[in-house]
């Protein structure tokens, strides 16, 4: 009796899948275009060099009452989820990806005038792992969407940040919400009152499980020049020469980190903190008495910009609210034709070696 032994057949190995593709594309550069369809229409993409005018025969006509199922959505492709096998360049880990500048109205608490609605520019981003290939950045907008009728706080930034870090299983993440504030300011002695804006942005950051919370506020104001100022005096009483010191439209950035959760810090009250350091806001609605008040204002507040940062800092270090901060101050000056610039930080987190290029010049207000 003869006993047969069954072939056994192994897993096909790569040298086996080649030579399999060979012979499926040497079948379909011979094959008419509706036999390759009739097979697997994905041949064709075997075969860039061969055009298949018929391949397939697809609809021109968008298809208005079509509807996807569950199932038809589950088999759509997403590269973004897809296996670390697809990841391009390094597998490293990525600090911060995501979506920036989507718009939307947002509701605020105000100190003074209830809420507030403004357009909002927001930044959210996420962490991502080195082995994973990417995120679907629509979650993003979709977790903050869920939240978007609700009054804004830091509590509701919170809930944001946690829906969509949930939704993208991730470790780190940061939102970042920026916008134009109005305040009804008086002018100095004739009465008159208008509206000045404030650029402002609201940062939650999430990084090793600890969670901060900052403000940045964009103040502009006038500086005049000491030593442009005496120089002129100088003229004037020596000479009887009419002279006029140079004072210029100068912007301080100022970044605080919020550490009281106790006491809310408004965004006017970081406003009034700017304002006792630095008088010499730039005026909304003047009359003549208006404009010699500000020449006199300025007069009684000459400030270098080493002068700005520290009388910044001198009012943001006794708010108790108010924990790392960094002061950057530009005055563009009408004398020379750059700029005069200075950083100035209190405790770790802003204190960095090294600076945007473009920093400065974002600090550029064309009103």
Known sequence: MNHLTPKILSAPDTEDAR??????RDWARGAEPSEVARLDPAIARLLP?????NYPDLSRDY???FVPDAAY?????DLQNGPAS??????QMIQHVGISNFRLPIRYHTRDNGDLTLQTSVTGTVSLEAEKKGINMSRIMRSFYAHAEKTFSFEVI?????????????????????FSFPMKVQSLRSGLEGYQYYNIALELVEQAGVRRRFVHLDYVYSSTCPCSLELSEHARQVRGQLATPHSQRSVARISVEVICEKSCLWFEDLVDMARDAVPTETQVMVKREDEQAFAELNAANPIFVEDAARLFTEQLKRDERIGDFRVVA??????HSHDAVSILTEGETFRSQSLDPRLFSTLIHTG
């Open 19 to 24: 030579q399999a593709l060979e012979t499926l």
């Open 49 to 53: 060099e061969r055009v298949m005018s």
């Open 63 to 65: 298809p208005h009452d």
């Open 73 to 77: 959505k589950a088999e759509m492709p």
């Open 86 to 91: 697809l990841i391009q360049g390094e597998k």
């Open 158 to 178: 919170e809930a944001a940040l946690d829906d969509y870090k949930t939704d993208l299983e991730s470790l780190d993440a940061r939102i970042e919400m920026s």
């Open 330 to 335: 530009s005055h563009q000056e009408s004398l």
